[in-house]
């Protein structure tokens, strides 16, 4: 991800090495310590080629088995040195350190509890370095900086996996242009970066607006959810989602919680991002899931929520309309195993590597909320839904509508598909009716749906 300037020092700047799980003090470079580091290294070195010399001048054992135990030395030498290396170069985090790390992270973080994958970084010693670039690279855009200035023993791989869960984890950094912000600055001496240039998307004047615009949809979804139970919630989420925002992903901010809270255009990450945010400022636990598809160069988000102790995956994009659609909402991607979610389209996904590498996602195989389920239009495998059909076409059939069904299995979703005709024209010879116009196809995630028009 780096840009072409990667791995170039900034020639107008000294190259300091903040060191600031304080934010705000200054650790010099351990430039002794790694000189005293590879002296001790020569040292052992020495010793230990001495040793082997020694005992081959004295030892009578065969060439071949010397041979063996001097690649065995070797082996033992080069690994000895690469520790000797690390303990010198690398940091090691003492357990005031990483309290330190986490203090900052509540303290520079707004709710920093309720975000999913930051906050499980608290608890991980492998991962103080990430939480520590996570929060620099916070308060950083959140007083828009050009620059984002890392404390000493930061790598590029960990400061762009900071950068990827603030963007998973903190919708409100909307400011930022994840895209772009690839450029860095690293220790020609070391695997450490000094810094990163940060690319924004907007002023800091435009970004107060428009903060301001996101906290006036989010208080009064906030004022309509009072008294309501999760599955309420979440289904206000959904309905509130669907009915301001269309799918656009050409729009500038459409891979923002912005762009589909306030200009009503977004693309999947925007609309995963968006309910995060809504969700959370609700009391539920949710996060934003991403994948990349094995066929295709795109990507797709989505959410995981917890409602009623088990967690589900929400797939809004599913829903959300697109510009200038009339197409009914069919609640497809309404809480249904996770599993489902990731293969949406005939698109099999593989989870982001930055969530994947690093955290494991809670169990997502209940259909207990899911939408249909919870509104009896879930039909299992082996089920007879000839009655459930000829009710659903009754209602349909009455006013003009539509009515839409998910199956569990996908042989059967098929079959009905196929079958569908003959079935409306035995239900058509049971009831009084005149005429009848109909339509029928299928949706993602197993759903059946058809509309019924009755003739004039």
Known sequence: MNGENADQMDPQQPYHLPYDYDIGEERKPRSKKRFIGWILAVLILALLCGRILFCSSEDETPPAEQSAAST??????????????????????????????????????????????????SDDPENASVLAAACKIYTSARDFRETCQFPYGITAEEAFQALDLLEYDCPELFQLDFFHTDTYYSDSQTDYISSMELSYQMTKEEYRLHLEDCKKVIASVCEQADGLSDYEKELLVFDTLTSICHYDDQSQFSATAYGALCEGRAKCDGIAYAATWLLRELGLTCMSVGGYSDREEFGHAWNLVEVDDNYYALDLTQDVPLLDSDDPILHTGFNVPNSLALYSDGINYTLDTSISDFFEL????????????????????????????????????????????????????????????????????????LSLEYSYSVANFNVFYAELQPGQ
């Open 72 to 121: 065995a030395s070797d082996a033992e030498i080069a690994a000895m040195i690469q520790k000797i290396q690390q303990d010198i170069v690398r940091p090691h985090f003492a357990d005031t350190e990483r309290n330190a790390i986490a203090e900052n992270a509540v303290s520079y973080i707004p709710q920093f509890s309720r975000r999913y994958y930051l906050s499980q970084l």
């Open 362 to 433: 809670p169990t997502t195989d209940c259909i207990d909320d899911d939408y249909y389920v919870r509104n009896e239009l879930y039909i299992p495998a082996g089920s007879d839904y000839t009655e459930l059909f000829y009710r659903l076409m009754d209602e349909a059939a009455a006013e003009g509508g539509f009515f839409s069904v998910r199956f569990a299995s996908s042989d059967e979703l098929a079959q009905c598909y196929h079958d569908f005709d003959t079935f409306v024209d035995d239900w058509y010879e049971s009831r009084d009716i």
